[in-house]
């Protein structure tokens, strides 16, 4: 007699019997369900699987598509597989880097031995709609490290090599398409087929990958160039690549070598020399009188902002530093957002009337009393702080809408400098698996809001989808008007994130809705050699997460 499990379908609310050792597809085929964009993967008791994935016992699941954030990724991780194997296909000697999120896609730095040109991209193009109509399944396969790091020796895969080797784990996962063999950190679908939409472009000296909109999955997000952010982008890999350090497996060899004090000394030597910079492009700028630092949640807005000034008062000018925050209207003059809650992110959420009359009677030498926000009554009070600018003095303002040309729209622009702050993880997990900025910001927040706020990682994964709303609707659009752009993550950083990171999201229960992410971060971070934050001068950008600066906040 087959064995039968219950399946707890939580996309319908019923209950259904399936044969022990069916997989996900085979549990959906039985559901009833209808998804136009998925199933990509599922949710099986809040841990995130593909649908490769075969039940044994009874279990909670929740499919996934597209326009979720797990089904999205599945399918973005499944392009890179078919472009790889396109690639490989055509040129078998080549090798692929997925390197920079950029303009709603992903640089891919494609290595053949001749120059990438439109008619090379065509035909990487060509091959990979090929893949997808010949609806070539997508093999999950598990073996010992041992036997999965022989494999891709073979196939002189020496980023998955050292990736693998230094981990630890005892047993890995890895896919093959047709005989190509890869491995990525996370679920792929299990045919070629289901990928319905990509494009690929020629961009700089590579290719551009985009995908579908994770809001709109039957269009392709805007092809938006972002070159100040790719310029930013590549002059960290150029420095990474100086140093040998491009993916997480050779940062762990760092560490295993006791490098770690050395790295993470360059790495602050060099993010203070590109603040030092920014100042002196400033002092040398004639007829700046205010200097606008913007960036996105946990970017390291406010450190940056310091250190800056200090380095401003290096180059002999005084930095007089105000806060968008005091500008808030009164909270029932608040905009309220789709769900009818206060819209603190919405730039019309400050007073913008009274910060352009403040500035601009500031700026013609008069003196102004400040507003105070007061966060527990919700009201606009006047400070008592009364503020002139005298000759040589700078106003640093620091907000997510800085760079928001309506912010200051009746200020000179010939007055103002625009710095963008973000955290720009330029370190791969391998030569295929990029690693998100985003993952980087969270981690740097579920730290702080932990520390300084009394706020649990589940509540801080909980708010992180309606923070990245407010992030693409109010930051992202106007990050190429910045003068300046300040990348604030570090080579180093995720070691040293992890200590603190992981305990705090091994406290997410399991029965909650954010165990899926926290259960995610947790396994990204186990690739991931720790670094202990006693190595961290009190200047580090770092300090304002983890603690124990040398600045005030």
């Not at 190429?480 to 752009?485: C, L, Q, R």
């Not at 995720?494 to 406290?507: F, W």
């Amino acid at each position: 007699m087959t064995k039968t499990v219950k399946i707890r379908c939580k996309n319908t609310g019923t209950e259904l019997e399936v044969a022990a050792g069916s997989t996900l597809e085979d549990v959906y085929a039985q559901s009833g369900l209808t998804m136009a964009y998925g199933p990509l993967s599922a949710k099986v008791n809040n841990k995130v699987e593909g649908m490769h994935y075969q039940v044994y016992n009874s279990k909670d699941v929740e499919f996934l598509d597209l326009r979720s954030p797990s089904g999205h990724r599945a399918y973005t991780r499944s392009l890179f597989f078919v472009l790889c194997k396109a690639v490989h296909d055509l040129y078998a000697h080549a090798s692929v880097y997925i390197d920079i999120p950029v303009s709603n896609g992903y640089y891919c730095d494609i290595q053949t031995g001749e120059p990438v040109t439109a008619d090379v991209v065509a035909a990487i193009r060509e091959r990979m709609h090929e893949l997808i109509a010949a609806a070539l399944p997508i093999h999950r396969h598990e073996s010992t490290t041992d036997e999965a790091v022989a494999l891709f020796s073979r196939y002189g895969a020496a980023s998955k090599v050292k990736l693998l080797s230094s981990t630890g784990k005892l047993y890995t996962v890895y896919y093959d398409i047709d005989g190509y063999y890869d491995y990525y950190y996370g679920a792929l679908l299990t045919n070629t087929s289901q990928l319905h939409l990509f494009g690929l472009e020629k961009y700089f000296d590579g290719a551009l990958l985009r995908i579908p909109r994770i809001d709109s999955p039957g269009e392709l997000g805007a092809l938006t160039r972002q070159d100040k952010m790719f310029e930013v982008f590549n002059e960290h890999i150029a420095w990474q690549k100086l140093l040998g350090l491009r993916t997480v497996g050779d940062l762990n060899s760092v560490v295993a070598d006791n490098m770690s004090t050395l790295l993470i000394n360059v790495s602050e030597a060099l993010q203070e020399k590109k603040i030092g910079a920014i100042a002196d492009e400033i002092a040398h700028r004639r007829g700046v009188k205010i200097v606008l630092i913007a960036g996105p949640s946990s970017s390291g807005k406010t450190t940056t902002c310091k250190r800056l000034s200090v380095q401003l008062l290096t180059c002999g000018i005084r930095p007089v530093g105000i806060s968008l925050d005091d500008y808030f209207l009164d909270r029932e003059q608040t905009p309220r957002d789709a769900n009818g809650d206060y819209d603190f992110e919405s730039l019309y959420a400050l007073d913008l009337e009274r910060l352009n009359a403040d500035l601009n009677a500031l700026l013609d030498g008069r003196e102004v009393e400040l507003p105070r926000y007061n966060f527990h009554t919700g009201r606009s009070e006047q400070s008592g702080r009364r503020l002139r600018l005298e000759a040589g003095d700078v106003l640093v303002v620091e907000g997510i809408h800085a760079l928001n040309p309506e912010l200051t729209s009746h200020v000179a622009d010939s007055q103002l400098f625009r710095v963008y702050a973000s955290a720009l993880t330029t370190i791969l997990l391998d030569a295929h698996n990029y690693i998100p900025t985003t993952d980087n910001r969270l981690l740097r927040r579920i730290i702080r809001d932990y520390k300084y706020r009394g706020v649990s990682a589940q509540e801080t994964i909980r708010r992180w989808p309606s923070v990245r709303a407010g992030e693409n609707k109010w930051i992202f659009p106007f990050q190429e008007n910045a003068d300046a752009m300040f990348n604030t993550a570090m080579i180093f950083e995720l070691a040293v994130l992890k200590s603190q990171a992981q305990p705090l999201l091994e406290q997410v229960p399991e029965w909650s809705a954010e165990y899926s992410e926290a259960y995610r971060l947790r396994k990204f971070l186990s690739y991931i050699r720790p670094i202990p934050d006693s190595q961290i001068p009190p200047t580090s950008l770092l300090r304002e997460f983890l603690g124990g600066s040398s600045f005030e906040y």
